[in-house]
């Protein structure tokens, strides 16, 4: 009896086994049948992006990758490359150099063919592995430094140093007196001080300002004697190349010392300018009344003035359920510019029925100029590239703070001397 | 000692040199040459992709680092938070020749093991020369002074344009018999260059213990008035333990440079000799192989650390920056854990891992 009754349990026992795996058999040739049907109307292009999510300059890296990640699904979900889709990975990099370079070489065993970068240091220490690899690349930093030597690194916008000039050109044209004396005001690294020397450049190849001091903030929570230092020496004008809260900082000590410019040039006072990455508003959120005629440079446009660029943005990031404040950040118009342009040379590459690799990315990239330029809505000019043009929208808007709002002042223009030091 | 070397239930040194011997057991030194077989023939069988190669990596040169860092701290009892200033002198060094020779000089493209121990010299030096003030300095005045090296550092790096200012300076591919190290196998190369650095300092500091050299650091560490009533210079002795920590860190930023292909003084912060110094401490302080744990627990809860703050960054309020606090939250408690619950780190675990193997097959 017993020995029946174990080999009926044996028996129950094996069937029990047998239909175990064929059960688990047909749900494995399901899951792969669904996996493939799910690929099998199109290919998957991949990107890697590197970036401060956290960390120092967080602050711009965080709207500046949801930019990107709203762009890219915007292009899956809208089929903007009909089947095929665009993966991007998104890696945070704390602002540390070997961490990129981690992030990096992580993307290349993903067989990404096109890279997102963004610091400046990260930009000049990875340059070599760029070249070596050969991947088209667009960084977050506009430092001119980038691109020389290198065949391989594009940059957006015009750089920190044409940014520079052209505001100092402004300056020039819109100052009334004698030659105008101007302070720098920049970040302590390679960032800050790359435009300083093209400056002193553009100023030896006769632009009319005299560069009275560069001063190189360290993380003060007040400028008073700074700023009264600069008083002290006719500073009329302090060109700013740094990230907004230094000069959030420095804006609301000369606020309290009542020596802002109430009008461009106003005589006695200071006004204020900067670059990219030192304006927005954020800079508004952080300096309150005290960012009122801040002027601002940059190639994007922004959400405080209607137009296209502003509907695309403000839609894209409310189809994705963006807060207001990522909404309307000029670093998230930044992010979604890189993956628009990212996507349009594999939308090219597509159209003449190239294999979508690193050098028909490339090859596109160096060809986008003349009747190919691209112009994105979010941009003020169009986006061109070329063997010898690595700075993709060249013209620039000044902007300056007016009733707590960037307005535009006047229309696009571009640096005269940054020609004659080339 | 026991008869058969090849067990030890017991502790029966019938000689002080019995006590010194390297491996106490014939099965250690087995377990121990098997170990290294290990690691020098996983890669051939389980070949990584370069992204983990260049974590095992960057363990490997940081457990050089923490090795310098315990001789002074741990060994020789002085607190140094400035030991990311003396990796950074040995990059600093690959780094110059580079600017000076051209990143792909032949002394930087085949003579890159002579530039090693270059750069571990340069680190002796500044080494030497900051462990001057504990002639006269003791305790958190001595740990000042080697802060104010790290700034020191930090303020010439960025300011001099000889060191590009702090941006990365490039140094070039080296060359090996079999031609130049490519892509495809520069962590790999790298791995066995730093893992064969390792074991020869590694082994190079435990013979140094047998001697009166290396007792001469513990016996500072522990009364300098009694080891200077035995005849020992206390003030000589601690230069010589910054010297000798100045050296493996010169050595391991020598390797960094090389690594990376170039410097650049963020990997040379002041946040780097805090990480390297929690290392040190959660692997234990004054043991060797609490060197080798320390730098794989740090760097392993790095980056988990990262991988979770990556993903809560998605989640949580981006204007708090929550995200951000997470590492340094993790790391500070960490080190308070530690520091509470098992001061004497990571290698007392393995101590009292040991312990019980000991036991079999038969309990003493």
């Given amino acids: 009896m017993k020995g029946k009754d174990s080999n009926s349990r044996e028996s129950n026992w094996s069937r029990l086994v047998t239909q175990m795996v064929v059960i688990t058999l047909i749900l494995v040739i399901a899951l792969i049948g669904m996996a493939s049907l799910a690929n099998a109307g199109g290919k998957v292009y991949k990107i890697?992006?590197?970036?401060?999510?956290?960390?120092?300059?967080?602050?711009?890296?965080?709207?500046y990758a949801k930019g990107v990640e709203d762009y890219f699904r915007f292009v899956n979900d809208t089929k903007l490359l009909g089947d095929d889709k665009i993966e991007c990975t998104i890696k945070d990099d704390q602002y540390q150099t070997d961490v990129t370079k981690r992030n990096f070489e992580d993307f290349l065993d993903q067989g990404i063919v096109f890279y997102l970068n963004y610091s400046t240091g990260s930009t000049l220490?990875?340059?070599?592995?760029?070249?070596e690899v050969e991947i088209p690349v667009l960084p977050a930093s506009f430092h001119a430094g980038n691109v020389e030597g290198s065949k391989y690194i594009?940059?957006?916008?015009?750089?920190?140093?044409?940014?520079t000039i052209l505001l100092a050109e402004y300056i020039v044209k819109n100052s009334k007196g004698g030659k105008p004396k101007v302070a720098m005001f920049i970040h302590p690294s390679a960032f800050g001080r790359g435009p300083v020397s093209d400056l002193e450049k553009a100023v030896g190849a006769g632009l009319g300002i005299e560069i009275v001091e560069v001063v190189e903030h360290g993380n003060d929570l007040d400028n008073t004697a700074m700023l009264q230092r600069l008083m002290s020496k006719g500073v009329q004008y302090v060109l700013c190349q740094t990230i907004q809260s230094p000069v959030a900082t420095m804006l609301k000590d000369?606020?309290?010392?009542g020596v802002i410019s109430k009008t461009f040039g106003e005589a006695g006072k200071i006004t204020f300018l900067g670059a990219h990455y030192t304006g927005g508003n954020d800079l508004i959120d952080l300096a309150g009344n005290a960012a009122e005629n801040f002027f601002w440079t940059t190639s994007y446009t922004i959400t405080s003035e209607p137009g296209a660029g502003t509907d695309a943005q403000l839609s894209l990031a409310k189809k994705y359920g963006r807060?207001?404040?990522a909404a309307n950040s000029h670093n998230y118009a930044n992010g979604v510019m890189v993956a628009q342009v990212a996507t349009e040379v594999i939308r090219r590459a597509k159209e003449k029925g190239l294999e979508i690799t690193k050098k028909a990315l490339y090859d596109e990239l160096n060809a986008m100029n003349g009747d190919k330029a691209y112009q994105p809505p979010t941009t003020v000019g169009p986006v061109t590239y070329s063997a010898t043009d690595r700075a993709g929208v060249d013209s620039l808007q000044i902007y300056s703070v007016q009733q707590g709002k960037f307005k535009k002042i006047g229309t696009p223009i571009t640096s005269e001397f940054i020609k004659k030091i080339k | 000692m026991s008869v058969n070397r090849w067990l030890a239930t017991g502790n029966f040194f019938t000689a002080y040199q019995e006590e010194q011997r390297t491996f106490l057991t014939n099965l250690d030194r087995l377990i121990f040459s098997i170990f290294l077989l290990i690691l020098f023939t996983w890669p051939i069988f389980f070949p990584l992709n370069r992204t983990y190669m260049l974590v095992v990596d960057n363990i490997l040169v940081a457990v050089i680092a923490v090795l310098g860092l315990n001789l002074v701290t741990g060994f020789a009892g002085l607190i140094s938070i400035g030991h990311a200033a003396f990796v950074g002198v040995g990059a600093y060094t690959i780094a110059s020749f580079s600017r000076v020779l051209g990143d792909s000089h032949i002394l930087l493209t085949h003579f890159w093991l002579i530039l090693i121990l270059?750069?571990?010299?340069?680190g002796a030096i500044m080494g030497a020369i900051v462990g001057l003030p504990s002639l006269r300095l003791k305790h958190l005045y001595l740990a000042i002074a080697t802060l104010s090296f790290q700034m020191i550092f930090e303020w010439a790096i960025k300011f001099l344009t000889f060191f590009n200012q702090g941006q990365t300076i490039s140094v070039g591919r080296v060359m090996w018999f079999t031609g130049e190290i490519g892509r495809e196998n520069h962590y790999l190369f790298w791995y066995y260059v730093t893992l064969t650095l390792i074991i020869l300092l590694g082994f190079g500091i435990r013979n140094l213990f047998k001697t009166r050299y290396g007792r001469a650091l513990v016996a500072v560490r522990d009364n300098?008035?009694?080891a200077d009533a035995m005849g020992m210079h206390p003030g000589l002795t601690k230069v010589y333990a910054f010297a000798l920590s100045g050296f493996l860190a010169g050595v391991a930023g020598a390797v960094h440079a090389f690594l990376y292909k170039g410097a650049g003084i963020e990997s040379f912060t002041l946040h780097h000799s805090?990480?390297?110094?929690?290392?040190?401490?959660?692997?234990?302080l004054g043991t060797l192989n609490g060197s080798f744990w320390g730098p794989t627990a740090i760097q392993i809860l790095n980056l988990q650390v990262e991988k979770f703050s990556e993903y809560a960054s998605n989640y949580l309020p981006s204007a708090m920056n929550l995200a951000t606090a997470l590492r340094p939250l993790t790391f500070g408690l960490v080190i308070v854990l530690f520091l509470m619950f098992e001061p004497r780190g990571i290698a007392n675990w393995w101590r009292i891992a040991k312990s019980y193997t000991k036991t079999w097959p038969f309990r003493y």
């Fill in chain 1, 48 to 63: 890697g992006l590197s970036l401060a999510i956290t960390g120092p300059t967080s602050d711009a890296g965080n709207p």
């Fill in chain 2, 118 to 122: 270059i750069g571990g010299l340069f």
């Fill in chain 2, 224 to 226: 300098d008035r009694a």
């Fill in chain 1, 254 to 257: 000369a606020a309290r010392l």
């Fill in chain 1, 323 to 325: 807060d207001d404040k």
């Fill in chain 2, 274 to 284: 805090i990480t390297y110094l929690a290392m040190a401490i959660v692997g234990g």
């Fill in chain 1, 125 to 131: 220490a990875l340059k070599k592995d760029f070249d």
């Fill in chain 1, 154 to 163: 594009f940059l957006p916008i015009a750089s920190y140093s044409e940014q």
